[in-house]
């Protein structure tokens, strides 16, 4: 897969440190590349492969688990270069029934963010401690 000027500015717009930000912010950015990259996949700039499905699913439910800095990390993955993939933890993570179709994915999304304590602001900072 040759890497699109749009795939690219993408992988640039979510590279910011997550570091020092407060648990919201970091609650905050997690949702953002997840929006990103959910509304990249529709729009055409990555694909919707098995890579992606895993990571986005992966993502989704970090994201429930209230974990924001793991749920960044797992949705960025999915715009890995294919030679950064092959010995990536994410690769034995199962495909989810669900969380297959962009449809299945949006939905999930959506409803991590409609929990409470998790996706529109609240507690749920576990396994979120900054240094």
Do not use: Y
């Not at 992988?11 to 929006?35: F, N």
């Not at 890579?51 to 800095?69: D, F, P, Q």
Request: hydrophobic share 40%; charged share 25%.
């Amino acid at each position: 897969m040759s890497d699109s000027p749009d795939l690219v500015a993408l992988r640039k717009s979510l590279a910011a440190a997550a570091e020092g930000v407060t648990p919201e912010t970091g609650k905050q950015m997690a949702q953002a590349a997840l929006r990103q990259i959910l509304d990249a996949i529709e729009s055409g700039v990555c694909p919707l492969g098995d890579w992606e499905r895993r990571c986005l699913a992966a993502a989704i439910t970090s994201l429930r688990g209230g974990k924001s800095n793991e749920a960044r990390s797992r949705a960025r993955q999915a715009l890995w270069p294919a030679e950064n993939r092959r010995n990536a933890a994410v690769a034995k993570f199962p495909p989810r029934p669900g969380m297959l179709t962009l449809d299945e994915l949006k939905r999930e999304f959506a409803a991590a963010l409609a929990m409470p304590g998790r996706g529109h602001g609240g507690g749920g900072g576990r396994g979120d401690k900054t240094a």
